[in-house]
């Protein structure tokens, strides 16, 4: 792709702007860093991480695995200590025993607890065996997992080991049903935060960057007065909301894709370091008391 | 570019082998020919292509991202084949496969597979 298109479109993403939702408007809106303090004070305080394609040895990040430890050290510095970390997929690029051993002994520098969740490379040829077999968080079932903290319940989701006819990702019925018994004692006032590999919005149909049976989750959604879906999968921020719900793609800490559509196909963006360093990163999420929701990009330049 | 020729060099020797093999063999077997799919800018080349019962098809992967092969039906699934990688699937049961690539399942590639080949 042309760099200037990614550029442009890094420009209206706004990596490295802290971003607010307003309830009010259904909109996100950036905000000075300074701005935010002044706000009420969090009530869940957590990190996103995704795509660290450990194993990945192509011009777009050499080093991949250099550039996640770098998002580790820097999680690990964060001045306000997260609650805990989730990696939102593609922990590994090609599912290989020697990468997930990689990433497993860099993830275990961080110095709080971590969920995860499998992208379509961590579960090549196997289902996800070895993926379960080495991060399954106990309570997993049908790839769905869910846990709470302040207040807030969380749940990941597995969207990525079986594909509908138009080659989107797929829930499936029983984890949908599955998340509807988990979903059914929480009253409407309670925080939701829904973790995918895959966008359960649709960020690019016609690229698979989209979840056949997202709806179903949405339509369990819409009674909550916070809802949240966090994604990755597809390399960059991007946002939309729906009703109440809100919802936010993460960056890489390996290298960026294309945004939707630009260019022939989404193969690895290759930039100079610098503009690279800055394409990559992770987030921090913050759910304040008074149910604001804000996300702060930290890109790794 | 280089590796490509030489994999086509190669694909070419084995077809020449198998033909002498085949034509060596007394009781009239199945010829095994190998036939290729080339997987190059996010594409299965051919997406569509037939077959006869027990012949092998050679999965090559031109491309610069990795891909895999695997069939709707779970009969078959190949593992991630990074650029210049190749998997081989031989076909025993009539029928029309679809498979796509799990990486990027609007990948989608048929194959169908008829008798012996008299
Ligand atoms: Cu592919």
Same mark, same amino acid.
């Given at each position: 792709?042309?760099?200037?298109?990614?550029?442009?479109?890094?420009?209206?993403?706004?990596?490295?702007?802290?971003?607010? !939702? @307003?309830?009010?408007?259904?909109?996100?809106?950036?905000?000075?860093?300074?701005?935010?303090?002044?706000?009420?004070?969090?009530?869940?305080?957590?990190?996103?991480?995704?795509?660290?394609h450990i194993g990945f040895h192509?011009?777009?990040?050499?080093?991949v695995?250099?550039?996640?430890?770098?998002?580790?050290?820097?999680?690990?510095?964060?001045? /306000?200590?997260?609650? !805990?970390?989730?990696?939102?997929?593609d922990l590994t690029h090609l599912s290989k025993p020697a990468e997930f051993d990689q990433v497993k002994?860099?993830?275990?520098?961080?110095?709080?607890?971590?969920?995860?969740?499998?992208?379509?490379h961590d579960v090549i040829g196997d289902?996800?065996?070895l993926f379960?077999?080495l991060?399954?968080?106990? @309570?997993?079932?049908?790839?769905?997992?869910?846990?709470?903290?302040?207040? /807030?319940?969380?749940?990941?989701?597995?969207?990525?080991?079986?594909?509908?006819?138009?080659?989107?990702?797929?829930?499936?019925?029983?984890?949908?049903?599955?998340?509807?018994?988990?979903?059914?004692?929480?009253?409407?006032?309670?925080?939701?935060? %829904?973790?995918?590999? %895959?966008?359960?919005?649709?960020?690019?149909?016609?690229?698979?960057?989209? $979840?056949? @049976?997202?709806?179903?989750?949405? $339509?369990?959604?819409?009674? !909550?007065?916070?809802?949240?879906?966090?994604?990755?999968?597809?390399?960059?921020?991007?946002?939309?909301?729906?009703?109440?719900?809100? !919802?936010?793609?993460?960056?890489?800490?390996?290298?960026?894709?294309?945004?939707?559509?630009?260019?022939?196909?989404?193969?690895?963006?290759?930039?100079?370091?610098?503009?690279?360093?800055?394409?990559?990163?992770?987030?921090?999420?913050?759910?304040?008391?008074?149910?604001?929701?804000?996300?702060?990009?930290?890109?790794?330049? | 570019?280089?590796?490509?020729?030489? +994999?086509?060099?190669?694909?070419?020797?084995?077809?020449?082998?198998?033909?002498?093999?085949?034509?060596?063999?007394?009781?009239?077997?199945?010829?095994?020919?190998?036939?290729?799919?080339?997987? #190059?800018?996010?594409?299965?080349? *051919?997406?569509?292509?037939?077959?006869?019962?027990?012949?092998?098809?050679?999965?090559?992967?031109? #491309?610069? #991202?990795p891909?895999t092969?695997?069939?709707? #039906?779970?009969?078959?699934?190949?593992p991630a084949l990074d650029?210049?990688d190749?998997?081989?699937?031989?076909?025993?049961?009539?029928?029309? +496969?679809? +498979?796509?690539? =799990?990486?990027? *399942?609007?990948?989608?590639?048929?194959?169908?597979? =008829?008798?012996?080949?008299?």
């Amino acid at each position: 792709m042309k760099r200037g298109h990614f550029l442009r479109h890094m420009a209206w993403t706004g990596l490295g702007v802290l971003w607010t !939702f @307003d309830a009010g408007a259904g909109l996100f809106r950036p905000r000075s860093v300074g701005e935010a303090a002044a706000a009420s004070l969090p009530g869940l305080n957590f990190v996103q991480i995704s795509d660290s394609h450990i194993g990945f040895h192509k011009p777009a990040n050499e080093q991949v695995d250099v550039t996640f430890q770098a998002a580790i050290n820097a999680i690990n510095a964060l001045k /306000v200590p997260p609650a !805990f970390v989730v990696h939102t997929g593609d922990l590994t690029h090609l599912s290989k025993p020697a990468e997930f051993d990689q990433v497993k002994q860099l993830l275990s520098g961080l110095k709080v607890p971590l969920y995860t969740l499998p992208g379509e490379h961590d579960v090549i040829g196997d289902r996800g065996k070895l993926f379960n077999d080495l991060f399954a968080g106990k @309570d997993r079932r049908e790839g769905m997992q869910s846990w709470d903290h302040s207040g /807030v319940h969380c749940v990941s989701l597995t969207n990525v080991l079986d594909f509908a006819a138009t080659g989107q990702g797929q829930i499936g019925q029983p984890q949908l049903d599955l998340l509807a018994k988990d979903l059914a004692p929480l009253s409407n006032e309670t925080p939701v935060v %829904i973790f995918s590999h %895959i966008p359960l919005f649709d960020a690019y149909p016609k690229w698979g960057w989209a $979840t056949s @049976d997202a709806k179903q989750v949405n $339509t369990l959604l819409s009674r !909550f007065a916070s809802a949240t879906v966090l994604s990755g999968h597809i390399h960059q921020v991007l946002q939309r909301t729906e009703g109440r719900i809100q !919802f936010a793609t993460a960056t890489s800490t390996a290298f960026p894709l294309p945004a939707p559509g630009v260019g022939e196909q989404p193969s690895p963006v290759v930039l100079p370091e610098k503009e690279r360093r800055a394409a990559t990163g992770f987030r921090s999420i913050s759910l304040m008391s008074d149910r604001q929701l804000k996300l702060e990009e930290h890109p790794l330049g | 570019m280089v590796s490509s020729l030489k +994999y086509l060099s190669n694909v070419f020797l084995s077809l020449g082998f198998l033909s002498l093999a085949t034509a060596t063999i007394p009781n009239g077997q199945a010829a095994q020919t190998l036939t290729s799919v080339n997987i #190059d800018h996010f594409k299965f080349m *051919p997406g569509v292509l037939q077959v006869h019962t027990g012949q092998t098809v050679n999965f090559f992967n031109k #491309d610069g #991202d990795p891909h895999t092969i695997a069939s709707q #039906d779970g009969s078959f699934e190949s593992p991630a084949l990074d650029t210049g990688d190749s998997w081989k699937h031989t076909f025993t049961k009539l029928g029309t +496969y679809t +498979y796509i690539c =799990t990486l990027h *399942p609007f990948m989608q590639g048929n194959i169908t597979v =008829t008798g012996e080949k008299q």
